[in-house]
Every structure is written in structure tokens, then in C-alpha cells.
Nanobody, 124 residues
Framework: VQLQASGGGLVQAGGSLRLSCAAS????????VAWFRQAAGKEREFVAA????????KFADSVKGRFTISRDNAKNTAYLQMNSLAPEDTAVYYC??????????????????WGQGTLVTVSS
């Protein structure tokens, strides 16, 4: 499956952005999807994930209550809605996917398809 992330940009602290992850090439509904981010000089970290049908989600503690993850399998697209953004959310955000046969959320190390990143910059 090929993934294309988009929607990044510059936003002020407290603002919102919605990232999109468009998939092609395979049956999107067979893949769990996750978002990761990597800030300058830091390691990549997990942000959020959603199961293949959208019934299960998982979030990093740092974004719980501020970010939501969703998907529209008919549009082959997953989304990351980011609210109450803070400067520490500044990073390149990547979407990733993993083929699953059940509706679970994979472990972070299981994601093996990656899109290019989209830069989110939050100004103070």
C-alpha cells in the first residue's frame, strides 16, 4: 500500500490542523493506520493509531484529549485531527500502515508501510 500524508502547515498555539493520509494500491480496509512524528533532533514517536474498521484507537499520552484519529475506508483516507496545538507538537508527521486480519491496533514496531512526512509547525 502506498501512503501520502498531507495537511501540515504553520499554526499558532491553540489552533487546529487536520492531517490526511491517502492510501492507494491495496485494500485500505485491511490495514491498521498510525501516525508518528519526529521533531528536529529527536527520535520518531508514536502519536495515534486506528484499527482497520475504525473501532479501536490508541493515543500517546501526550496527545490524549487533544488529537483524534479517524478513517474513511470508502475514500481510502485516514485523518488526524489535532486541536489545542502547542509548540511541542512541532514535528514532521508520518502516517504508516500494517496489514491486519483482525480489528486490533498493532504494536508501534509492526508498521511497515510509510508515507512521506508532512511538516507541522506550531508557533508560540
Amino acid at each position: 500500500v502506498q501512503l501520502q500524508a498531507s495537511g501540515g502547515g504553520l499554526v499558532q498555539a491553540g489552533g487546529s490542523l487536520r492531517l490526511s493520509c491517502a492510501a492507494s494500491g491495496r485494500t485500505f480496509s485491511n490495514y491498521a493506520v498510525a501516525w508518528f512524528r519526529q521533531a528536529a533532533g529527536k527520535e520518531r514517536e508514536f502519536v495515534a493509531a486506528i484499527s482497520r474498521r475504525g473501532s479501536n484507537t490508541k493515543f500517546a499520552d501526550s496527545v490524549k484529549g487533544r488529537f483524534t484519529i479517524s478513517r474513511d475506508n470508502a475514500k481510502n483516507t485516514a485523518y488526524l485531527q489535532m486541536n489545542s496545538l502547542a509548540p511541542e507538537d512541532t514535528a514532521v508527521y508520518y502516517c504508516a500502515a500494517h496489514f491486519v486480519v483482525r480489528g486490533y491496533v498493532p504494536e508501534t514496531y509492526e508498521y511497515d508501510y510509510w508515507g512521506q512526512g508532512t511538516l507541522v509547525t506550531v508557533s508560540s
